[in-house]
């Protein structure tokens, strides 16, 4: 009897055991798995690799929306630019110079792709003398392009001169509009031709002084009558 009793404690505590073992291996197992979802989560948040500007970026990428893409021939930030000129000059201003490294990496990275640079001038001096500054303007914007790789056959420049204004108004506000050179992609195309452009359209063709009143300096152009 005794033997009998034994037997069915012993019995009992067994079954107990597994059973407490049963619910500690569910326990273990209920509180692991909250802890993979931290991973998980750290992982879909990381962010996308950004840029604050095109030199963090390929020698073929721009900086765009602080992404760098891929440049390609028919984006915006390939098309036509403008720069503006002081005073009877053809210095290149700083504030101009970082959308000029940009259309160097438009160039360098198509191949392919050729600009015109239209040398222009205000209304004021003769003709023979604001084509001549409008030919040096584009030149110019020619050589620095060329200092940052693009080849000389990708760049095409002529003058307008005076015959190309974008304002008509006879004030200095007006004539700091027409103070430029305008950067154009073939496919968006160039004024035709005028008197001033074929004289002084083929690239790197001589500019004559304007009967002896005026001259070519390192840094612009002098004359009494010329903005």
């Known amino acids: 009897m005794h033997r009998f009793l034994l037997g069915t404690v012993l019995i009992t505590l067994t079954l107990i055991g597994c059973a407490h073992d049963k619910d500690v291996k569910q326990d273990d197992t209920s509180m692991a798995a909250p802890m993979a979802?931290?991973?998980?989560?750290?992982?879909?948040?990381?962010?996308?690799?950004?840029?604050?500007?095109?030199?963090a970026c390929g020698a073929k990428q721009l900086c765009l929306n602080s992404q760098c893409a891929d440049i390609t021939a028919n984006m915006a930030e390939c098309g036509v630019m403008r720069l503006h000129f002081a005073y009877n000059a053809a210095d290149i201003k700083d504030e101009d110079k970082p959308n000029l490294d940009r259309m160097g990496r438009c160039l360098n990275a198509e191949r392919q792709m050729t600009v015109t640079i239209e040398?222009?001038?205000?209304?004021?001096?003769?003709?023979?003398?604001?084509?001549?500054?409008?030919e040096k303007r584009a030149f110019a914007v020619s050589n620095y392009l060329q200092t940052k790789g693009v080849s000389d056959t990708q760049l095409k420049t002529v003058s307008y001169g005076k015959d190309n204004p974008r304002c008509m108004e006879h004030d200095e506000a007006c004539w700091a509009k027409n103070r430029r050179t305008a950067i154009k992609p073939k496919d968006t195309g160039s004024r035709p031709s005028s008197?001033?452009?074929?004289?002084?359209?083929?690239?790197?063709?001589?500019?004559?002084?304007?009967?002896?009143?005026?001259?070519?300096?390192?840094?612009?152009?002098t004359s009494p009558n010329n903005q």
């Open 37 to 55: 979802a931290p991973a998980a989560s750290t992982q879909a948040s990381a962010p996308a690799p950004g840029c604050t500007g095109d030199q």
């Open 119 to 134: 040398g222009n001038a205000d209304e004021r001096g003769s003709e023979d003398y604001n084509a001549t500054l409008g």
């Open 195 to 221: 008197a001033a452009s074929s004289k002084r359209g083929r690239k790197g063709a001589e500019a004559p002084h304007d009967n002896g009143q005026s001259s070519i300096g390192s840094s612009g152009l």
